[in-house]
């Protein structure tokens, strides 16, 4: 909610209930939960241990559930009733919450140059000079006009309501109708006596004025509740008073802002009333019941045109087939049955009654199939519309695209139809109010002016905006954004200079407000209210200083702040511009970020304009979303409190990169707390058995798998941190190396670790842990490594270049490994699970590994044509028919058991083809690009190892010899023969 809101929240909650507040207190229901204790019963805030938050509250706040009183929303922050009273003035929400917000963001170990911070409104004089400036500039350029236009608006703020303004229903924009002025034929029934003399409408909204030539009926809902509303001296319209209330802030009411019911009706009490409506060939229609009619859209009155309209077919199609239909709602059989289907437009596909042929294709029995009319309508509609005729009326054979205009504007012209606008899905401002769509004279932004949104996309094209999906949201909102209310007269902000009664709009005054950070720390001096503790007074900031500063703009001779001032200013907005990035939520796209976009291309010149943006989500708890009133909630505080500084870190980098919603888990925090102190016991294990750890250069295959870990890490996770996707850094620069030490630890046997290696493993883990977990580096850094500084400015590791042909040898070499255990469990306990360590004698002892490094025969073969018919460009292959054609014409199809080979070759080719999407084109070498056999052999003591053999022979699988020395289980040989990457071992008891 604004501040200015909840200010005048309490205000009205002290007027009521009196200072402090006693609000009124219900019953509360028995739950199988414990009571949350009153005011004074507890001890104050507590946070259960991995559950919900629990503040103190009220029976009335506990019942209200989402709708508290704002007093007792204060109170389960900890504050007092004396001091909440404050809280009416809104000036002392910007004194009394920054100041905490520092301190809490200091106790996350935030790295901040705290000289640049500032608030906004006119509270800060600087700022405030600097927003007067930005909005005397646009409207210089003609970018700020003033105009009567819809807006989405708050009755109860009296002003329009912006996206940050909004509780619900931010983006929605107003969805423009043509309002229908249906004529009810006189004499009126006696219910609408009131009515007698008057012009009644019934007001039916639309979007397809065109079909207007087809009416043969309206629709209202039987039970829906309607009312007769003035319009003007003479005009009454029949709607509801949703629709009723949007009109009145549309200038189209008698009472300007408010709706005046002359009588209350029903959907019952309007069927069969006889109409006049504009433009329909049937002189007179009748109001019918429709049971799907909306009344939470358009005005709850609906045209119907059974030609055109799958649901009007439908729906007039059972009245006339259901004689009990009728009856139910009193409807007479001349009100419906005379009443036949209008021919006005031919669809290309489905003729001049295209509504009626669709339902008859589709199998449509009853107006109560949704799913099938829906389907029906958006082919019919879209089809009409792009690519239809006009087959009736005064524009006939014209495309229908181009004639709705037309027939529109005849409609407005002769007074036989209004224009009516409302939110296009329902808004609700955060005063608590639901919000209309308002005709309002105020001051606009020109943005969607062609010249202006060509420049837009030209500087959003230059951007890196780290996604696709950023970058197409912002498209989009580029494609439909219009002429935005910049103005306001409630809350806070700075005054739009012209005409101060109105307010800079909150979406508006901090477009261009990175510009003021490279300089304001001059100006304030650290003071982020702009007190006057600057030697720059702010009525010395004119446009002409700020144009000198921002905009290349001449010396402002006139100024008396000091040259040298002036100068370094300039020189360090210069320095930081064009800014490379921006961080903000995802919501600020379809407004914020966009005018920022826009307002950096209208005033500063292209070298200036921005860089990038990083768009993130919001953030949910466990999987939910986060929410005071549900209890679903933490502060920063409260999680720094329970889980630690840095263990909170750990849990935000762990809760998802890219636009997608975050996710903070509890267990993911408190496991953060364990590894890390378990990671610190290690360190201080292995810096005390310092002696026993081998020496020297290191050399062995384990020691440069280990050092080539460590090189891949620091490039892999440099290159995360840089596309600021912290769960992939925290991945590869803590949980995979993590898992490498691991596994040196394993493969490194009796020889032992060595020693500098290890040394270089905690200097490179620590600082690529320390963007994420800044206090854990720094006391690993001073404490167990005894460095000098800090860690945070010791700079990136330094690396060698990764060897990713010894990374792909090391992973062949440990998922052989692992192939073999789960072989030699089976062979021993005789199934899939089960203990390897049985009977001694059963055991066996020798590991046979046959190893067939290069494809051969029918294999080579096929790999060699899926090379020629693969296009690395697209990354697709050529059609299976083709690829089929050139192994039938291959070596391998004059062979003279072909037929076998080849269904032999379908399923190799299709695997290969599946690999290649998952692993790319090396799937398809003959040979991997290091030598197995060297591989395991170098290796042999720790395939030995980890699978308590006594011997193992690594044998070529092509030589002669080495099939004989399997003995009696040759014949696995043939049943498994090894390929490249895939040995086949034998064990076998000596």
């Not at 002290?14 to 009153?38: D, S």
């Not at 005063?431 to 004279?441: I, N």
């Not at 901090?510 to 009525?539: F, R």
Request: aromatic content about 10%; glycine content about 8%; some cysteine.
């Amino acid at each position: 909610m604004p501040i200015k809101a909840s200010a005048d929240k309490l205000s009205n909650e002290i007027e009521m209930f009196g200072n402090p507040p006693q609000f009124p207190v219900a019953e509360e229901e028995e739950t199988g939960e414990q009571e949350v204790k009153a005011e004074g019963e507890g001890e104050g805030n507590q946070t259960a241990p991995g559950g919900k938050f629990k503040g103190k509250k009220s029976k009335a706040v506990a019942k209200t559930g989402a709708a508290k009183f704002q007093w007792e929303i204060m109170r389960s922050y900890g504050l007092s009733d004396e001091e909440i009273a404050k809280f009416t003035n809104p000036y002392h929400w910007l004194t009394f919450f920054p100041p905490l917000a520092v301190e809490d963001l200091k106790a996350f170990g935030l790295g901040c140059d705290w000289r640049r911070s500032f608030i906004t409104t006119d509270m800060n004089p600087y700022f405030d000079s600097f927003v007067r400036w930005q909005v005397r500039k646009l409207k210089s350029l003609g970018k700020i006009v003033k105009d009567l236009r819809f807006a989405i608006y708050s009755p109860k703020d009296g002003q329009p309501c912006a996206d940050h303004d909004r509780a619900s229903g931010e983006g929605v924009i107003p969805q423009e109708y043509t309002l229908i002025k249906m004529e009810v034929v006189a004499p009126f029934p006696s219910k609408m006596g009131v009515l007698e003399g008057r012009k009644v409408y019934l007001a039916a909204a639309t979007l397809r004025p065109e079909t207007m030539y087809g009416q043969t009926n309206a629709w209202v809902l039987p039970d829906g509740k309607y009312g007769a509303y003035e319009i003007n001296d003479t005009d009454v319209f029949i709607l509801t008073y949703r629709a009723a209330r949007n009109l009145a802030y549309q200038r189209l009411s008698r009472k300007p802002d408010e709706p005046t019911c002359l009588v209350e009706l029903t959907g019952q009490d309007l069927i069969g009333l006889p109409l006049r409506s504009p433009l329909a060939f049937n002189e007179v229609i009748y109001t019918l019941p429709m049971l799907s009619v909306l009344t939470e859209k358009g005005t709850g009155i609906v045209t119907s045109v059974p030609s055109d309209s799958p649901d009007d077919y439908m729906a007039l199609h059972d009245l006339k087939a259901k004689p009990a239909f009728r009856a139910k709602f009193g409807v007479k059989d001349e009100w419906v049955l005379p009443f036949e289907i209008v021919p006005i437009i031919n669809h290309p596909d489905f003729g001049d009654k295209s509504a009626e042929r669709i339902c008859i294709e589709k199998k449509i029995k009853s107006q109560n199939e949704r799913d099938k009319l829906d389907e029906a309508k958006k082919v019919i509609y879209k089809g009409g519309f792009y690519e239809g005729t006009m087959v009736a009326g005064e524009f006939s054979g014209m495309k229908v695209q181009d004639a709705k205009s037309l027939i529109r504007s005849k409609l407005l012209e002769m007074n036989q139809a209004v224009v009516y606008s409302e939110p296009e899905k329902k808004v609700m401002s955060r005063s608590g109010d639901e919000c209309v769509v308002a005709l309002t004279d105020q001051w606009y932004i020109t943005y969607g002016e062609p010249e202006w949104r060509n420049a837009a996309e030209e500087c959003l094209s230059g951007m890196n905006l780290y996604s696709d999906e950023s970058r197409h949201g912002f498209e989009h909102t580029l494609s439909w954004l219009n002429q935005w209310a910049c103005s306001r007269n409630f809350g806070l902000g700075s005054r739009i200079p012209w005409d101060d009664q109105f307010l800079v709009e909150s979406l508006s005054d901090s477009t261009l407000y990175m510009a003021y950070y490279t300089v304001c720390h001059h100006l304030q001096k650290g003071d982020m209210y702009g007190s006057d503790h600057s030697s720059v007074k702010p009525e010395q900031l004119t446009d002409e200083v700020w144009d000198f500063l921002f905009c290349g703009g001449p010396y402002p001779s006139s100024s008396d702040i000091s040259s040298s001032l002036l100068e370094k200013m300039k020189s360090e907005f210069e320095y930081w511009y064009p800014f490379d990035l921006r961080v903000s939520g995802k919501d600020l796209i379809q407004n914020h970020l966009t005018f920022c976009i826009y307002n950096h291309t209208a005033i500063l010149p292209k070298h200036l304009w921005p860089h990038g943006f990083r768009c993130n989500g919001h953030i949910m708890l466990n999987s939910e979303k986060m929410s005071k009133s549900t209890g679903n909630f933490r502060t920063l505080k409260q999680a720094i409190e329970e889980f630690s500084a840095d263990a909170t870190r750990f849990s935000l980098a762990d809760a998802g990169d890219g636009m997608d919603d975050a996710n903070f888990v509890f267990e993911t925090a408190n496991a953060a707390i364990l590894r890390l102190t378990k990671e610190i016991a290690w360190m201080q294990e292995v810096l005390a058995a310092e002696s026993s750890l081998r020496s020297g250069v290191p050399s062995t295959y384990a020691d440069k798998v280990f050092a080539n870990e460590m090189n891949i890490a620091v490039e892999a996770t440099g290159k995360n941190y840089g596309g600021y996707m912290f769960r992939e850094a925290l991945k590869t620069g803590f949980y995979d190396l993590q898992a490498a030490r691991d596994e040196y630890r394993l493969s490194c046997g009796s020889g032992g670790m060595n020693r500098d290696l290890l040394w270089k493993f905690m200097d490179v883990q620590t600082r690529l842990i320390a963007p994420i977990c800044p206090h854990y580096a720094e006391y690993v850094w001073k404490e167990l490594l005894k460095k000098n500084g800090y860690c945070i400015k010791s700079g990136w590791p330094k690396a060698e270049l990764p060897d990713l042909t010894l990374k792909k040898g090391n992973k062949y070499l440990q998922d052989s490994i692992v192939s073999m255990r789960k072989l030699l469990q089976k062979q021993v306990s005789g199934s899939k699970k089960g203990n390897i360590n049985v009977n001694a004698q059963n055991k066996p002892t020798v590991g046979l590994i046959y190893v067939n490094e290069q494809y051969d025969g029918w294999k080579r073969e096929c790999l060699n044509i899926l090379r020629t018919k693969f296009d690395k460009a697209s990354r697709t292959f050529s059609p299976d028919k083709e690829i089929l054609a050139e192994l039938q014409q291959s070596a391998i199809a004059k062979e003279g058991n072909f037929k076998q080979i080849q269904k032999l070759c379908m399923p190799f080719l299709r695997f290969k083809k599946d690999e290649v999407m998952a692993v790319g084109d090396q799937a398809l070498d003959l040979k991997l690009p290091f030598g197995e056999i060297e591989v395991l052999n170098t290796n042999s003591d720790l395939i030995k190892r980890q699978l308590g053999l006594e011997r193992i022979e690594i044998l070529d699988a092509a030589e002669p010899t080495a099939i004989g020395r399997a003995g009696p289980h040759a014949s696995l040989l043939k049943q498994n023969p090894p390929s490249p990457g895939n040995p086949t071992s034998i064990f076998i008891n000596e």
